[in-house]
């Protein structure tokens, strides 16, 4: 389970060895991580090192260490941030396939939301950089391309809605959609659609009607998860539901 680290990265290295080893669940919540001797041994490690990697699992709400009682597995359900999610993402097919699901979801709802926002405050150059992107997408040649630009486009919708925690939150989701572009832009709307629907946007950003962009955004969205449930064949991707735009 644990291996031997190398000594330039060593607080980082045990950090990602045993983040691991709880999201994937072989540590549960609520068991006990091997004493700080047993551990630092096995993995090759001095104390400090261990206790610093240690402090930064509990930052991330992965863990809680207690003077006498050592240092605990906590529900990172209940005590994780969203920084969690670009570490979950890849483990998803295996250990936890229902955030595929509830990704798409908060890619719908912020879409939705960020996309009423643009065009309320959008600034009458807001839109260049949109069309920009919406060019970049008619250009690509591949649906990973145009499922990057994309992102790229909500990034700046996001922008020019102009609410800073929505921009570190996209910022943060993002490291963790990145990994798994690849299967995600074979799962939801194709290359034409996405093509369609920057347009459409566009449209209804530069004429300043706010929920005729949520809608656009809204419909987009919504198929693009229908259609990873369908194409995945798979239960638990299928969305729930949610109420109207």
């Known amino acids: 389970m644990l291996k031997p680290v190398e000594k330039q990265r060593v607080a980082e290295e045990i950090v990602e060895q045993l983040r691991s080893l709880i ?4 540590y549960p ?3 006990k991580l091997p004493p700080e001797r047993d551990l630092s041994k096995r993995l090759g490690v ?5 206790r610093e990697a240690l402090k930064k699992l509990e930052h991330l709400g ?7 009682d050592g240092t605990r597995v906590t529900n990172f359900m209940e005590t994780g941030g969203i920084e969690l999610v670009q570490h979950l993402l890849p483990l998803a097919g ?3 396939p229902e955030l595929i699901r509830d990704m798409l ?7 939705r939301e960020i996309a009423r926002l ?5 600034p009458p150059e807001g839109a260049q950089r949109l069309v920009a992107l919406a060019d970049k997408a008619d250009a690509a040649t591949s649906p990973l391309e145009v499922f990057e630009t994309d992102f790229e486009f909500y990034v700046a919708l996001t922008q020019i809605a102009g609410n800073a925690v929505m921009g570190l939150l996209i910022n ?4 963790g959609v990145r990994s798994y572009m690849p299967l995600l832009s074979n799962l939801t709307a194709t290359p034409e659609g996405v093509r369609a629907h920057h347009r459409a946007l566009i449209e209804a950003v530069q004429a300043k009607d706010p929920e005729r962009a949520a809608k656009i955004a809204d419909d987009h969205l919504r198929s693009g998860a229908e259609l990873a449930a369908r194409m995945g064949g798979r239960a638990e991707l299928t969305p729930q539901p949610l109420p109207a735009a």
């Open 105 to 111: 979801e908060l890619r719908r709802i912020f879409g």
């Open 46 to 50: 001095n104390r400090a090192s261990l």
């Open 62 to 68: 992965l863990v809680r260490i207690r003077q006498g």
């Open 118 to 122: 643009a065009a309320f405050r959008c």
């Open 172 to 175: 943060t989701v993002r490291e």
């Open 29 to 31: 919540p609520g068991s």
């Open 23 to 26: 999201l994937t669940g072989q």
């Open 94 to 96: 295996r250990n936890h």
